[in-house]
């Protein structure tokens, strides 16, 4: 089962819970978008060998239906699992990517409102999750105060935020993607910039990520333990290790599986580019998978 399919399951509802629920039938949805979604991730398939079509895939689209189980539980080991799968991070490389791009050829504030379009484009291609959901209205009310000319204030734009989403949806006051995406972004809005300092020994290609990461941990490490049981004291210095492959995935990943669905050729030979950054991806997890 994938994004877009259609379900249809039978059971009792006590208590606002499913009973006994039961499997009758799953469908491919038809949604002109959601076949978008399937065919990329068909081609990343036909081009890469796993894990790395799946890491493609993950990365670019937050598709996680394909990814092999044992890579799966070995990215949960390894405290590296959100970079797989939908998360605020890709909108934030999304956002970044768009307006660098459409800054070269438009004026800002349409190259603005483009950007936020892409950005709720690339929110829906990748699933309606809390913590996409919560970059793009961040995203989405920054890029507004810099088009009227107000500056952003990033606390009041993260409250409004919270606001705003549990007003669309209460519920989600319960979903742990919701709470991890708002601790995270919380942790790192406190910490990021004083563990910064503290790196100046670290190589530039390596602080971001490592402080990035150290930054965030503050905040979910206690809510990861208290969930899942499980917290990888390494996650830090992996998650380093890994981050700076990421731009270059997801650009690779989105500009070579668009082209290959035209220019099959031409997509296959810029996604080949992408296998040196997933293969040292999928080495660091085997290294510090124990």
């Known amino acids: 089962m994938g994004y877009g399919d ?3 399951v039978k059971g009792q509802v006590k208590k ?6 039961e499997l009758i039938s799953v469908s491919s949805g038809n949604n002109l978008l959601f076949g978008f979604r399937k065919r990329l991730i068909d081609f990343y398939r036909e081009t890469l060998p796993e894990p790395h079509a799946s890491l493609v895939a993950g990365i670019t689209l937050g598709s996680k239906s394909e990814i092999p189980e044992k890579f799966w539980q070995d990215l ?13 991070m890709n909108v934030t490389f999304v956002a970044g990517f768009l ?34 959901i919560r970059a793009a209205v961040m995203a989405t009310l920054a890029f507004w105060a810099q ?3 107000r500056l952003s204030f990033s606390w009041r734009v993260l409250f409004l935020t919270v606001l705003i989403m549990l ?9 742990i993607g919701f709470i991890l995406s708002f601790v995270a972004t919380t942790s ?7 563990i910064n300092n503290y790196l100046k020994i670290v190589p530039n290609f390596l602080k971001e990520g490592f402080s990035t990461s150290i930054a965030a941990q503050i905040g979910v490490a206690p809510i990861l333990f208290v969930s899942f049981g499980q917290f990888n004291i390494l996650s830090p210095v992996i998650n380093a290790l890994v981050l700076w492959t990421i731009p270059g995935i997801m650009i690779l990943g989105g500009v070579g599986g668009i082209l290959g ?7 296959k030979l810029i996604l080949y580019l992408s296998y040196p950054l997933t293969w040292w991806f999928t080495k660091i997890i085997s290294i510090f998978n124990f």
């Not at 790192?188 to 004083?194: A, D, E, H, I």
């Open 147 to 149: 088009g009227v000319g």
């Open 167 to 175: 007003i669309f949806n209460p519920s989600w006051t319960g979903d």
């Open 261 to 267: 669905l035209i220019f099959p050729f031409l997509g």
């Open 16 to 21: 606002k819970e499913l009973i006994k629920p």
């Open 76 to 88: 949960k080991k390894t405290g590296v699992i959100h970079v797989v799968v939908a998360s605020g």
């Open 6 to 8: 259609v379900i249809s």
């Open 188 to 194: 790192l809005m406190l910490f990021q910039t004083k």
């Open 99 to 132: 307006i660098s791009f459409l800054t070269v050829f438009l004026s800002r504030k349409k190259a603005l409102v483009l950007a936020v379009l892409g950005i709720w484009l690339y929110v829906a291609l990748s699933g309606f999750e809390a913590p996409l």
